[in-house]
Nanobody, 125 residues
Framework: VQLQASGGGLVQAGGSLRLSCAGS????????LGWFRQAPGKERETVST????????FYADSVKGRFTVSRLNAKNTVYLQMDKLKPEDTAIYYC???????????????????WGQGTLVTVSS
């Protein structure tokens, strides 16, 4: 199982970025996917997760209404559209995968077995 995150960068507050995470080496549509982040000096936190079909999603309260998670199983890719970015969104963002049954939507990072390398998002004020 391999996950490759991309799309991070430097953006001004109020701006947008779209993160992508491409999976390989596994049956992508058998896995729930998640986005997590870790800011300097802080613990890792869940940003958003999405079920196998994309029919169920979870968002942290801090990003609700600003971030949108989606997946395209035909392209083995999960996305995180981030709008109205704030300086407190600055962090390394990681994608992760966990084999799941259809109805399952894992939320905690400890529930995920496979992780990508992370992509840095920096939001300037």
């Amino acid at each position: 199982v391999q996950l490759q995150a991309s799309g991070g960068g430097l953006v001004q507050a109020g701006g947008s970025l779209r993160l992508s995470c491409a999976g390989s080496g596994f049956r992508f549509d058998y896995y729930s996917l998640g986005w997590f982040r870790q800011a300097p000096g802080k613990e890792r936190e869940t940003v958003s997760t999405i079920s196998r079909s994309g029919g169920s999603t979870f968002y942290a309260d801090s990003v609700k209404g600003r971030f949108t998670v989606s997946r395209l199983n035909a392209k083995n890719t999960v996305y995180l559209q981030m709008d109205k970015l704030k300086p407190e969104d600055t962090a390394i963002y990681y994608c992760a995968a966990r084999r799941s049954i259809l109805s399952h939507l894992p939320i905690q990072g400890d529930d995920y077995a496979y992780w990508g390398q992370g992509t840095l998002v920096t939001v300037s004020s």
